[in-house]
């Protein structure tokens, strides 16, 4: 076998490759550069709330001191991101690399008198705890919860344009009481809602009290600080919340919360996309060509509905993550191990498969239309479906003593169950009922598609 050279430095994630764009903005904070932005940010800021606190004889910096030295992580860029990466090349340890890099940047800032305060009294974890609630935080309201936001939207819309047209239902996948389009998509739009208002609401958690959580180096060197109202000042002051009875790791309950309540999500989301995916075989709705697309390779008439099965995909994808992120943070031996650190690196993966289906979900609800007709054409061709009125009618008439007729259920049963009944058919079986004549009347006045009760009004609520 003739060997091939090897091919040029290629991504080994789709995520980093065919579907970067879709994913990209993600990167800015769940990639390895944007978590090193987030350690500086922590590093930084801690040197500020040391200074502020005129601690160990210092003196508040100056304004235009501490926006220098905020620079260094809101200006973080290639130059940065070059430097860590050969910095751990030797230290072999990422937190102590951003260490160092601050430490270089203060003495280029004229402010090494402070350089022995950055990272003091901390364990990597301090930093990565605060580092890590920073980046999720960011990346879910910024990123994920947004891109959520926008297919709940557009469920929404489709739901209110949708609310009259009645469509036959199929529980079990079978014929069954009609609803309308909808209204079946109103529900996937209220379970959505329900569980991003749960996710919106989600606590990020650090701790900030050194190597085993007992604050031990900070009281040893100023035994009169109240070292646990500083760290909670300084981590809430970040706009995180604050966990003081930790190990030498933050426990992360609150990633495995979140994650649980993404995976969630997912679960609906994958239920829509297979909902839709059957909507379209069956032909209530016609899918948008795309210009210039190729639907089949070989079949010249088909356009596949690809945008349903990519996201139906990537949220299997992102659920298996996502399970394992949680089923691995939940668990540290002892007061630590390292488990949790190559667990943490898959975050962005995890989320990238989920934006990754969102997108292909709202592109998806973009390109389809709805087949009325067809929708008409199954409803007229189910009559049977009004068993369900018929029989819970001759109920409520037996019960006001205007009818008889005892089992109505067995009744209609013998009627319909196994056979197809027409409308025709069904008007005599009904004009033969021994019941009132204003129950009589409305039933004849009933068809498949005005048996939808309040579905459009629930459509639009």
Same mark, same amino acid.
């Given at each position: 076998?003739?060997?091939?050279?090897?091919?040029?430095?290629?991504?080994?994630?789709?995520?980093?490759?065919?579907?970067? #764009? #879709?994913?990209?903005?993600?990167?800015?904070?769940?990639?390895?550069?944007?978590?090193?932005?987030?350690?500086?940010?922590?590093?930084?800021?801690?040197?500020?709330?040391?200074?502020?606190?005129?601690?160990?004889g210092t003196t508040p910096l100056a304004d235009a001191d501490k926006q220098r030295l905020r620079g260094l992580y809101r200006d973080f860029g290639q130059t940065e991101i070059d430097w860590l990466a050969e910095k751990e090349a030797v230290t072999r340890h990422d937190v102590k690399a951003v260490e160092y890099l601050v430490r270089d940047r203060l003495a280029a800032l004229g402010l090494d008198a402070i350089a022995e305060l950055t990272h003091f009294a901390c364990t990597s974890e301090d930093v990565n705890s605060a580092a890590y609630a920073l980046t999720v935080r960011?990346?879910?309201?910024?990123?994920w919860l947004p891109a959520l936001h926008g297919v709940i939207e557009r469920l929404r819309e489709l739901a209110a344009e949708h609310a009259d047209a009645a469509m036959l239902s199929r529980t079990h996948g079978q014929p069954a009481t009609p609803s309308t389009m909808g209204k079946e998509l109103a529900v996937f739009a209220a379970r959505l809602?329900?569980?991003?208002?749960?996710?919106?609401?989600?606590?990020?958690?650090?701790?900030?009290?050194?190597?085993?959580?007992?604050?031990?180096?900070h009281l040893a060197a100023d035994p009169d600080a109240d070292w646990p109202t500083i760290a909670r000042e300084y981590i809430e002051g970040m706009g995180i919340g604050f966990n003081g009875l930790t190990t030498q790791i933050e426990p992360h309950d609150w990633q495995v919360e979140l994650y649980d309540r993404v995976r969630h999500a997912g679960g609906i989301l994958h239920n829509l996309a297979t909902d839709v995916w059957t909507y379209i075989s069956l032909g209530y709705f016609a899918q948008i060509p795309v210009a210039g697309a190729t639907g089949s390779s070989t079949m010249p008439h088909k356009v596949n509905p690809i945008r349903f099965e990519n996201a139906e995909a990537n949220l299997e994808l992102s659920a298996a993550l996502l399970g394992s992120l949680s089923q691995t943070l939940v668990t540290s031996r002892l007061q630590r191990d390292l488990t949790d650190s190559t667990t943490q690196r898959n975050i962005g993966v995890a989320f990238g498969h989920s934006l990754l289906a969102l997108d292909n979900?709202?592109?998806?609800?973009?390109?389809?239309?709805?087949?009325?007709?067809?929708?008409? #054409?199954?409803?007229?061709?189910?009559?049977?479906?009004?068993?369900?009125?018929?029989?819970?009618?001759?109920?409520a008439e037996v019960v006001a003593g205007r009818s008889t007729i005892s089992d109505p259920y067995a009744l209609l049963k013998e009627l319909t169950r196994g056979h197809r009944v027409g409308g025709t058919e069904l008007a005599a079986f009904v004009r033969g009922l021994a019941i009132g004549d204003e129950a009589k009347q409305r039933l004849l006045a009933l068809t498949p598609a005005t048996y939808t009760g309040f579905a459009e009004r629930l459509a639009t609520n």
């Open positions: 076998m003739t060997s091939q050279p090897p091919l040029p430095a290629q991504p080994l994630s789709p995520l980093d490759g065919r579907y970067r #764009a #879709a994913v990209s903005p993600l990167a800015d904070y769940l990639s390895e550069a944007g978590l090193n932005r987030a350690r500086v940010e922590v590093e930084v800021e801690w040197l500020i709330a040391l200074t502020d606190r005129s601690l160990f960011r990346a879910v309201e910024h990123v809602e329900r569980v991003a208002t749960q996710i919106a609401g989600s606590a990020y958690l650090a701790k900030f009290s050194g190597a085993t959580g007992t604050w031990s180096a979900l709202r592109r998806g609800l973009n390109e389809i239309s709805l087949a009325r007709d067809v929708l008409r #054409a199954d409803l007229d061709a189910n009559w049977e479906v009004l068993a369900e009125a018929i029989q819970t009618v001759i109920r």
